[in-house]
């Protein structure tokens, strides 16, 4: 049906552009541990101070897993982390769009009476 095509043609082009801007997006949560390391003689370790490293916490099907992330890729993490709640509130309202995109261009259509 033609009206429907082009509200989702629409539809897809906002996607699109919404969906471009949230590289990286990710689910996972980053969190700051201080841990002793493994190198021997270690002035830090001696004293008691331990060293900080970044663990990425996420699922992979169903099993809850952890990750070192690399200092440098910390702002990139978080990042994605931030887009990761954009990506699924625009997953939410892709759905609403789309119906409501329909419904304009049914009622735009002359001689159409909305659906
Ligand atoms: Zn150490």
């Not at 541990?33 to 916490?57: E, M, Q, T």
């Not at 049914?106 to 001689?111: E, L, V």
């Amino acid at each position: 049906m033609k009206a429907s095509n082009e509200s989702t043609q629409k539809c897809k082009k906002d996607y699109e552009r919404q969906l471009a801007k949230l590289w990286p997006a990710l689910k996972g949560s980053l969190a700051q541990v201080f841990k002793p390391c493994i190198r021997k003689n270690c002035p830090a370790c001696a004293r008691g101070d331990k060293h900080a490293a970044w663990i990425l916490s996420y699922t992979d099907q169903g099993r809850r897993r952890c990750l070192y992330v690399p200092e440098a890729l910390v702002p990139l993490i978080r990042q994605g982390i931030e887009n990761g709640r954009k990506l699924e509130q625009l997953l939410y309202r892709t759905g609403p769009a789309l119906v409501k995109a329909h419904r304009q261009q049914i009622a735009k259509s002359p001689g159409n009476k909305g659906e």
